[in-house]
């Protein structure tokens, strides 16, 4: 069991390029959560996945921040016309279930210069 | 006002000598994790502990769930202990975790 795999592991954008951040979830994981992890806010929700559709983007940027699961071995944060403040770990997390323990990625560190 | 109170903000400790972290929490909560993040590393989770007392090696989590709160203790730490540990809870008994503000701790030789 690999754990949850992120990719690319590091990627740097100029100021208003995309940024597309992939996450394969544990096999068998049919929930999929993003958060973003900075120096000032800490840890925030973005958004989450249960059996491949979306359930809850609460926590996502309204404009340029979009995410999808098209399969059930991955799911992708999509930055539009990235922006500095964009600059953050993106951690994607799966569970067994909705409500279970969550399982971490190593993280895409994202740099917006 | 936060959800999730994590106190020390910060702890240095000298090797051998025992740690107790504290989470506290303002809503209900019916699942709660305690993590580790080593500097650059990415977040392992060392216990779901809705309630009661669990241990791993050196490590004990007890949480009081009508109380909203819980507790981390290290015991003989070790300087392979440094790092930062989160606690984290399902705010409203929804799926999402809400994350404490951690407690970064320096375990030195």
């Known amino acids: 069991n690999a754990g949850v795999i992120q990719t690319p592991r590091h990627k740097v954008t100029g100021k208003g390029q995309e940024a597309t951040l992939w996450c394969e979830p544990i096999?068998?994981?049919?929930?999929v959560f993003w958060y973003r992890q900075t120096i000032v806010q800490g840890l925030e929700f973005l958004t989450y996945f249960r059996n491949q559709a979306p359930i809850d983007d609460s926590g996502m940027p309204k404009e340029r921040f979009s995410a999808q699961m098209p399969n059930q071995s991955h799911s992708t944060l999509k930055i539009q016309s990235t922006q500095p403040q964009d600059s953050a770990v993106y951690l994607c997390?799966?569970?067994?279930?909705?409500?279970?323990?969550?399982?971490f990625g190593p993280g895409t560190r994202l740099t917006v210069l | 006002g936060q959800q999730v109170q994590q106190s020390p903000a910060s702890l240095v400790l000298q090797e051998g000598e025992n740690a107790e972290l504290q989470c506290n929490f303002s809503s209900t909560a019916t699942r709660l994790q305690w993590f580790y993040q080593h500097p650059g590393g990415r977040l392992v989770s060392l216990f779901y502990?809705?309630?009661g007392t669990k241990h791993t090696g050196r490590l004990t989590s007890t949480t009081v769930t009508n109380e909203r709160r819980s507790s981390l203790h290290i015991s003989s730490s070790q300087t392979t202990d440094s790092g930062t540990y989160f606690c984290?809870?399902?705010?409203?008994?929804?799926?999402?975790?809400?994350f404490g503000g951690g407690t970064r701790l320096t375990v030195r030789p």
């Open positions: 997390a799966s569970s067994l279930v909705s409500y279970a323990e969550q399982f």
């Open positions: 984290a809870i399902d705010h409203n008994a929804g799926a999402k975790l809400t």
């Open positions: 502990n809705p309630s």
């Open positions: 096999s068998g994981h049919s929930a």
